[in-house]
Nanobody
């Protein structure tokens, strides 16, 4: 499975960005796509996840109500709509693939995209 993330950039606090991730290869149908982020000097943390078959979602408390994860089955893509961005959202964002099910643990995700930088200025 190959993942290609895009959509990062520089935005002012309160603004919005939409990240995209295209998945290719043998994905099957019973998997979870997730977004993680890693700020400088910090551990990689879970942001949001979506079950491909059911579209059930999960979010980190820090982004609930501001971020929305969604998917496009036909295009094998997952999106992260980020609204009301804060400077503390600044990080490299990674999309990731978990063949086994919903998890917020990075080590459960088997494949990773290359990361896209999101910078939120105050």
């Amino acid at each position: 499975v190959q993942l290609q993330a895009s959509g990062g950039g520089l935005v002012q606090a309160g603004g919005s960005l939409r990240l995209s991730c295209a998945a290719s290869g043998r994905t099957g149908t019973s998997y979870v796509m997730g977004w993680f982020r890693q700020a400088p000097g910090k551990e990689r943390e879970f942001v949001a996840g979506i079950r491909w078959r059911s579209a059930d979602t999960a979010y980190a408390d820090s982004v609930k109500g501001r971020f929305t994860i969604s998917r496009d089955n036909a295009k094998n893509m997952v999106f992260l709509q980020m609204n009301s961005l804060k400077p503390e959202d600044t990080a490299v964002y990674y999309c990731a693939f978990n063949p086994d099910g919903m998890s917020m643990i990075a080590t459960r995700f088997k494949y990773w995209g290359q990361g896209t930088l999101v910078t939120v200025s105050s």
